[in-house]
């Protein structure tokens, strides 16, 4: 029985949650070693372009809270220091 493509989301389609999750699978499937070249290179451009849209979502999220909080909004610190 041959395997069948899912058919995948346009990335920009995609929510951050969506995203992420793909993109766990796709380092999942990488770390394997289990792939020809070309299908680990197809893999490779499809994270590269889930971690833009990630990295996309993030932005507007950090941007959306700033807006909202206004200049109250702390800066993170790490507490391990």
């Known amino acids: 029985m041959a395997k069948t493509k899912p058919i995948l989301k346009p990335v920009?389609?995609?929510?951050?949650e969506e995203a992420l999750a793909e993109l766990e699978t796709i380092?999942?499937?990488l770390e394997s070693e289990q792939n020809p070249l070309e299908g680990?290179?197809?893999?490779f451009e499809r994270g590269q372009?889930?971690?833009a849209r990630c990295g996309a979502a993030l932005e507007s999220a950090q941007l959306k809270v700033q807006k909202l909080a206004g200049e109250s909004i702390a800066a993170f610190e790490d507490e391990s220091e």
């Open 12 to 16: 920009e389609e995609l929510t951050y």
């Open 40 to 43: 680990a290179m197809k893999l």
């Open 49 to 51: 372009a889930l971690v």
């Open 27 to 29: 380092v999942a499937s």
